[in-house]
């Protein structure tokens, strides 16, 4: 069986030490089932696991013994892609679907949902080799910061278990950081994907909206959400981004026509990052909801990447303010509308009608969603009905739209915008999830990306009495090989410094 030691390879190290006859596939997987089941009763990672992954492993090993490459899984020629990811374990958010593994949303709604293909993404990953070991906890339907809105229990922080691990995306991040998978997919409405990377000291990308495609990607809030990649480094980010990356318009019309090479190779990512221009948003910085120790972080932050030779200015975006009451209303609007299909006659959980009527019915059913699922449904439909539309809704777009034109104003004259990606540190499990407005305002690092559709990047920065602070960088559209080259310089520079998983 595989050393422990082994689980905390990065993916392109172990790439290697497949191909070089160093590891079984099947003996790796195998071990790594058995990590999964010691470990996840106490984190909750998981949702369901893949029983077909040995089947998968052991594909991977004929192919490396019978053949000089790996020939992906369904296209027979791979995606451009094969091989770079040859063996390693996938993770996946349970919103995203996975075909012929149960694909729940965290939702009582979609228990016993089973989809019959893979979102483009998996398909794209598998086709490079990864093999995906199961799906994971999330808030439901996305729609939490903590993953403690999960039909499936809460997900608790590897780094102090009785801590949240972030959310939605939380079950990722936490497999990351214990050593349960390799690499991993998340979403991001609103910060999704970057909170739970920085609570749990990892990587977590939120690309270019476009950028990836959204096809099997469960709907919550369309015009904000796209699929997110997570890793403990910044090479096995690079080389996920190179598989995922690129137009896929017969499935998704949202998904751009950008050049997929954007100089993606992992062997062409620089370090250097003299003569770079960051700014900071003075109303970030000087907001009275961040905590000291967070604060202090961003400070030393700003101090490494001066050292590196980079340089960092303030500037004010007035505008910021409007931030997180736009995204909220939108996301909610949209979110009444995308959940209206679960009705358990064409979508979700069912059960006979027995002879009521149709409105009984209905009202049975939805009650299976949860409390904050139901909670924006209501406040969506409220924004979007007859007397308040242009009240809220058409001033939320027209905020957002001030807040992306200031954004992309400040990004012509700077190289990324410098801020902390989560405000506080990892709250203790139940201490935010009562108060909804206390809940919503730890996301006002995040919402600006999703909002302005450019990308962004949670990198694992710092540690407070062993919770994990995290630095966020947003770049102009299509600027993502420019996000990397920063983490890079910054995990060149602190790599005995900081931590990215536990053993």
């Not at 374990?89 to 694909?103: E, F, H, W, Y």
Request: negative net charge; glycine residues 8%; proline residues 4%.
């Amino acid at each position: 069986m595989v050393g422990t030691s082994r689980f905390a390879l990065n993916a392109y190290e172990l790439v290697n030490e497949i191909k070089n006859g160093s590891i079984s596939v099947e003996d790796y997987i195998a071990s790594m089932f058995e990590r999964i089941r010691k470990m996840d009763e106490r984190i909750n990672a998981y949702i369901t696991l893949n029983e077909h992954a040995l089947e998968e492993a052991r594909i991977v090993d004929k192919a490396l013994k019978g053949y000089t490459e790996w020939k992906g899984y369904s296209n027979g020629n791979g995606n451009g892609n094969s091989s770079i990811l040859l063996g390693v374990p996938l993770a996946v958010k349970d919103n995203i679907s996975t075909q012929g593994i149960r694909t729940t949303c965290a939702s009582k709604m979609l228990e016993d949902y089973v989809p019959v293909y893979d979102a483009t993404v998996v398909k794209r990953l598998k086709d490079a080799g990864a093999i995906v070991i199961g799906k994971t906890n999330m808030d439901e339907f996305g729609m939490g910061s903590t993953t403690e809105f999960s039909a499936f229990g809460v997900t608790h922080n590897p780094w102090a278990y009785e801590r949240v691990a972030g959310g939605s995306s939380g079950g990722s991040a936490a497999a990351l950081a214990s050593c349960m998978a390799g690499i991993a997919l998340g979403s991001d409405t609103g910060g999704s994907v970057r909170c739970p990377a920085s609570f749990c000291s990892i990587y977590g990308l939120k690309p270019t909206y476009g950028l990836l495609s959204r096809y099997g990607l469960i709907s919550y809030a369309n015009s904000l959400e796209c699929i997110g990649l997570m890793a403990r480094s910044v090479l096995d980010l690079a080389l996920m981004l190179k598989v995922t990356a690129g137009s896929d318009m017969q499935n998704d019309h949202t998904s751009i026509d950008a050049d997929t090479s954007l100089s993606l190779d992992p062997e062409s990512i620089s370090p250097d990052i003299k003569g770079m221009r960051f700014a900071t948003i003075r109303e970030v910085v000087e907001s009275e909801g961040i905590d000291e120790p967070v604060r202090d972080s961003m400070l030393d932050a700003i101090s490494s990447v001066e050292q590196l030779g980079a340089i960092v200015e303030e500037v004010s975006i007035p505008s910021l303010r409007y931030a997180l009451a736009s995204y909220y209303t939108i996301a909610m609007a949209e979110a009444s509308s995308n959940l209206a299909r679960y009705d358990g006659i064409r979508y979700g959980y069912t059960e006979e009608p027995d002879g009521v009527a149709w409105n009984e019915f209905y009202s049975t059913i939805r009650g299976n969603f949860g409390s904050e699922v139901k909670r924006r449904i209501m406040l969506g439909t409220y924004v979007l009905s007859s007397g308040y539309y242009g009240r809220y809704y058409m001033k939320a777009q027209k905020a957002r739209a001030l807040i992306r034109d200031d954004m992309l104003k400040v990004l012509k004259d700077y190289d990324a915008i410098m801020m902390p990606t989560m405000p506080i540190l990892p709250p203790r499990i139940g201490e935010r999830v009562s108060d909804p407005l206390r809940l919503y305002n730890i996301d006002v690092c995040t919402v600006l990306a999703n909002l302005a559709g450019v990308p962004a990047l949670s990198i694992p920065y710092s540690m407070y009495n062993g919770l994990p602070i995290g630095v966020q960088f947003m770049a102009r559209h299509l600027d993502e090989p420019l996000l990397l080259r920063i983490a890079y310089a910054l995990e060149s520079a602190r790599c005995d410094k900081v931590r990215r998983c536990i053993i």
